[in-house]
């Protein structure tokens, strides 16, 4: 079945750096999903990337689907506190059918004041 | 509130019973979907309806684990014989494009 693959797992930065974090797959994928996760909350959808090449940005956050649509990324601009979680890719299984969206373990942020 | 509703938001129990979850979706949703998550892990998805009828189903949902969409409004997934396992965030979303998740249940099996 489908997999994404995220890294890091952790991620600790000073306040005011910046940050990424990286989702692959072995396949292709028709789109990619974000959601945050604060700590004791449940999982909020960022954004929706379908095609490849694509880039967003939502304010400080940019995210990226590569040119073969097997990965993507999330890159935070000068991190707030507030930028603290849990982010997760998704993806649909492209080939089987599936329509259950498939979540990555998520990269933990963590941002010292 | 006209978010996706979860009740109870927590369920603590012996092992061997049987538990029940509710959840009830944003009205004009017509997707529905049940993920397990489990403390510092992702979402892992369990099973999903459109309208009433169940699409998909995982691996990682044993016999003991059903779950019902009876009006193709809001759903429950039942857990007969809970194992310590089973101990964990219960998420439902729905959905017409992206999910929207509510709070979760989470269940502690003793």
């Keep these: ?113 | 509130d006209t978010g996706v509703s979860q009740n109870p938001r927590h369920k603590i129990t012996k092992r061997g019973q049987n538990v029940t979850f509710r959840c009830d979706p944003i009205s004009e949703h017509n997707r529905l979907y049940w993920y397990r998550q489990t403390l510092g892990q992702g979402p892992e998805f369990l099973t999903y309806f459109q309208n009433e009828a169940q699409l998909e189903k995982s691996r990682l949902l044993s016999d003991r684990f059903s779950a019902e969409r009876p009006k193709g409004s809001f759903s429950t997934l039942e857990i007969q014989r809970t194992e310590q396992g089973d101990s964990a965030m219960y998420l439902c979303a729905s959905s017409l494009t992206e999910l929207f998740f509510g709070e979760g249940s989470r269940l502690t099996v003793l």
């Design chain 1, 1 to 113: 079945g489908q997999q994404v693959m995220q890294i890091p797992q952790y991620q600790h930065v000073q306040e005011g750096e910046d940050f990424t974090t990286y989702c692959n797959s072995s396949t292709t994928l028709s789109n990619i999903q974000w959601y945050k996760q604060r700590p004791g909350g449940h999982p909020v959808f960022l954004i929706q990337l379908v095609k490849s090449g694509e880039v967003k940005k939502q304010k400080r956050l940019t995210f990226q689907f590569g040119e073969a649509k097997k990965n993507s990324s999330l890159h935070i601009t000068a991190t707030q506190t507030t930028d603290v979680g849990t982010y997760f890719c998704a993806a649909t299984d492209p080939g089987g059918g599936a329509d259950g969206l498939t979540f990555g373990k998520g990269t933990h942020l963590i941002i010292q004041p």
